[in-house]
């Protein structure tokens, strides 16, 4: 592992370009949250760990494009096309840590991919589909082999860190969250009569000076405590 990322490292520019890729996603991550709907601090990581598989596969050089690219990109398809030759590929032999490099290099996608959209299976489709036109463009310019094995673990790579996300996800969405403290509200106060209101009536009893007659008075009559009565039948 340490000579592959040695050998990457030591490609002419590959620093300065992994500066301008972690200079490039920390401006374009908050708008490019904001329009995709992304979770802006997953969204800055995801793109962070998308500058190293660009600096270090993406060939910046194109030499020998002019000669023998339609083949070599043919050869390249068919390697997908044909059983025999996939199988080939994947036991030829190939270091162990350029494979395992092939590998971890596309899981942290993978995984911040997923906690950024929310979208696991999207997020594996996408890192295969970008590893496809990876090793394609490595078999346009002839820099370096472009071969199914590396899509393969490419693939892998970004299909493990996804399913990783998709547990982080499952656990957040599990996890309770405790509901925002409110304070109570105050009790109601019973409503005061307006000020212009007449206070209430009160009826009394007057027995008339007959027994033959009754009467009714509803005259208010003030009692001892200053309130307002008015008179009515004992019945």
Not at 44 to 61: G, R
Not at 78 to 86: D, E, P
Not at 99 to 113: C, S
Not at 165 to 193: H, K
Request: glycine share 10%; hydrophobic share 50%.
């Amino acid at each position: 592992m340490r000579e592959q990322l040695d050998l990457a490292l030591g490609r002419p520019g590959a620093v300065q370009l992994l500066v301008c890729c972690a200079v490039a996603a920390v401006v374009l991550f908050l708008p490019l949250a904001r329009l995709l709907g992304w979770r802006p601090g997953w969204t800055l990581l995801a793109l962070l760990s998308l500058a190293p598989i660009l600096v270090f596969t993406v060939p910046v050089e194109a030499p020998g494009w002019q000669d023998g690219a339609v083949y070599r990109v043919g050869g390249y398809v068919r390697s997908y096309l044909h059983a025999a030759t996939f199988h080939a590929e994947l036991d030829a032999p190939t270091a162990p840590d350029e494979r395992t490099a092939n590998l971890l290099l596309f899981v942290p996608l993978g995984f911040f991919g997923a906690l950024a959209t929310r979208r696991a299976v999207s997020t594996a489709v996408a890192g295969a589909a970008l590893s496809f036109g990876i090793e394609g463009w490595q078999a346009v310019s002839g820099v370096r082999d472009a071969t199914a094995a590396d899509w393969l673990y490419n693939s892998g790579g970004a299909l493990i860190g996804a399913a990783a996300g998709l547990v982080v996800l499952g656990l957040i969405r599990l996890t309770p969250t405790a509901p925002p403290a409110t304070s109570p509200a105050p009790p109601l106060e019973p409503a005061s009569p307006p000020a212009w209101a007449a206070p209430p009536l009160e009826p009394t009893l007057e027995f008339p000076a007959h027994e033959d007659e009754t009467t009714v008075n509803l005259s208010p009559v003030h009692s001892r405590n200053g309130g307002t009565r008015v008179g009515v039948p004992p019945w």
